[in-house]
């Protein structure tokens, strides 16, 4: 997993979310690799290098130091994006997971973030904020945002959620089930489905909570023929 998260003055919300634990994504684990994004100059700043070293020593002894990158991004216009994209495309691990905590750090820096993440292809992107009372947080994946609307897409992972088979979903389509398979494997790339392979045979596919998003953005009722 890479996790992204720009730096402000005040490392708490931070650190509170990479010591949290997920349904599907563990905490921290050694191979996890971290972005810090910092705004240009910000040796300058000693409560932002102070919130630094304070997140590096914590986070250090987990991933090892050297998983750690600190990336100085320009705050001038499509610039901070790119630099920002360009970053985690060269530092994206094996999983190809990102875990964005934007909780701190300058808005122009949480901004250029959001696009950069936007702008990423067939990456699993989870984003996380904390309220500023550290009362909770919310955490919402992008896949289910970007996907594009599709009433046959609704219909397959309404289908799945049912617990219904490729083969009764592609009759009830009027389809071959090699049509559907070719959608869900589009959909996987919105992280939509998941793939389960039992004993090395055919595929089996289920829903994701990305997926029963993507239905709640798309609207309609499940019964719909």
Same mark, same amino acid.
């Given at each position: ?22 349904? &599907? =994504?563990?905490?921290? &684990?050694?191979?996890?690799?971290? =972005? ?37 991004? @320009? ?8 630099? =920002? ?62 996907? @594009? ?69 798309? &609207? ?6």
């Amino acid at each position: 997993m890479l996790v992204v998260f720009p730096v402000g003055f005040d490392e708490k919300f931070i650190v509170r979310a990479l010591m949290r634990r997920r349904e &599907e =994504i563990d905490g921290l &684990e050694h191979g996890d690799r971290l =972005i810090a994004i910092l705004p240009e100059g910000y040796k300058g700043e000693r409560r932002t290098v102070n919130a630094l070293e304070a997140i590096e020593s914590i986070v250090s002894p987990i991933v090892g130091r050297g998983n750690i990158v600190r990336l100085e991004v @320009p705050l001038q216009r499509e610039d901070a994006v790119l630099t =920002i994209k360009r970053g985690i495309e060269n530092n994206l691990t094996r999983d190809r997971i990102v875990l964005a905590v934007l909780s701190g750090g300058m808005r122009p820096l949480l901004v250029g973030a959001m696009l950069a993440l936007l702008s990423l292809k067939e990456v699993r992107v989870i984003v996380e904020s904390d309220f500023e009372n550290l009362s909770g947080h919310i955490s919402l994946e992008l896949g289910p945002f970007l996907a @594009p609307q599709s009433r046959r897409w609704k219909l397959i992972l309404c289908g799945l959620n049912e617990g219904k088979s490729v083969r009764t979903i592609a009759e009830e389509l009027g389809v071959s089930p090699a049509t559907i398979s070719n959608e869900l494997k589009r959909m996987g790339k919105y992280h939509l489905v998941k793939a389960e392979r039992p004993d090395g045979r055919a595929p089996k596919y289920h829903i994701t909570n990305a997926g029963r998003t993507y239905l709640k953005l798309v &609207e309609g009722e499940c019964n719909e023929t």
